[in-house]
């Protein structure tokens, strides 16, 4: 089955995750879809966070905002936000304690989700403009790092703000930054270009997630916000309990990329 | 002094309202600078309100949120949103119940405080690349009007949308659509151009706020969504109790209207 799911369409992906047969990365998968990022929390911790989200538009993208105890998004035909990600993970006062593949048994009336843009809307529209992505090409996962940038804080959330970097041809530099200013609904232009020190990042070559990949001479390391920020806020915040998608294993929405240009 | 209000700074004209010395309309003064609509709920129904925003941007472009019980908003040096508006409306389930020039006597710890972009600076460019607006040339206050357009509702948040009219010259159409879509935080691009009847407005001659302007024949009407939105909305929704700003006496702020590009 993997070898086709290639070619799959949103809803069948989804329909693979609830029914347990789909639990992989989503990376490369429903071509030209929109995939997102997932927080979901209680009510109580939901006004902190929309406005976290609301203040650092560029790590915490809106997408889609439920309504307490909703989990059918209307950037999904049908779709159920407790089962249909490939993979789930629990926070309990700031600690990951499961990682689940449906959260259906954990689901209560007073949970909020947050639906959230992904780096992946902005990466097929470099890749159509002929700037190629280092770990696209070797099949890993992007690289990420958690810098000295703080977040701008609301309520109880506070925290840094996590970068994604990739390496940059100098010649394409310019052009990566018009083409992804584009997409301010899915991170937008980049954050930094050139000094990892400036972020705090003292060695490129040790993530603190994701996959190392290397920088050649001609290159420049840009760096992107990334929609890993909340969860890594959410740790730090130490909130009581939240739910996000795995890293990798994103929300497949039907939303078309071009959509959000 | 009301000859000279007209070259104050945006901290003299909130220091004058803060004393009780001035509380007239604010269109024109502190040429440059942001002006914005206020919106002050309890913390009850902020999550709510919020979501609102997020859902429907173009009618209630968010400026600033403050935590629950703050008044001193960071787009103000040493400002004080429970005195430093020329005048204030008062709610309560719904209802206009009061009309006052200072609400500290209200105030309490669980109120959340909405800034939200408005009109005038998108007006400001219009002017400055010469497409004239009537009510401006005739010192009357702009054309509302309550449509049939839904807004997206959150929670208890529900009604549609109010609109701005400004008739603009058929040659000038495009033109202005360009200028006001560099500025999303302030309404942005027009929502409708040419049909007051496609928005539910049988008769333009009677706007539901402000002040009816004539329309020449070589002119389009052209409507803008209208942060008096969010007022209509908390009054359909018969919020228990909210303050807003009294329409035309708005929030001056130190943001300068550039930024908002």
Known sequence: MNSSIQHYT?????ALC???????????????HVQAN????PAADAFDFLLFCQRNPKPCPLVEVLEPGCFSPSCTQDGDLRSDV????????????EQLEDVRALWRDDLVSFILGCSFSFENALMREGIALRHIEQRKNVAMYKTILACHSAGRMKGNMVVSMRPIKATDVARAVQITGRYPRVHGAPVHIGFPQRLGIADLSKPDFGDAVSLMDD?????WA?????????ELSKLPFCITHSPGKMLVTDLKNEEFV
């Open 86 to 97: 490939p993979g789930y993970c629990v926070y309990r006062s700031g600690v990951l304690t």
């Open 18 to 32: 609830r029914n347990g047969a789909f639990s992989g990365q989503t990376a490369g998968l429903a071509d030209g």
């Open 38 to 41: 997932l927080m979901i929390l």
């Open 10 to 14: 949103p809803a069948e992906i989804r």
């Open 226 to 234: 990334c929609g890993v920020t909340p969860q890594y806020v959410a």
């Open 219 to 223: 290159e420049l390391p840009v760096f």
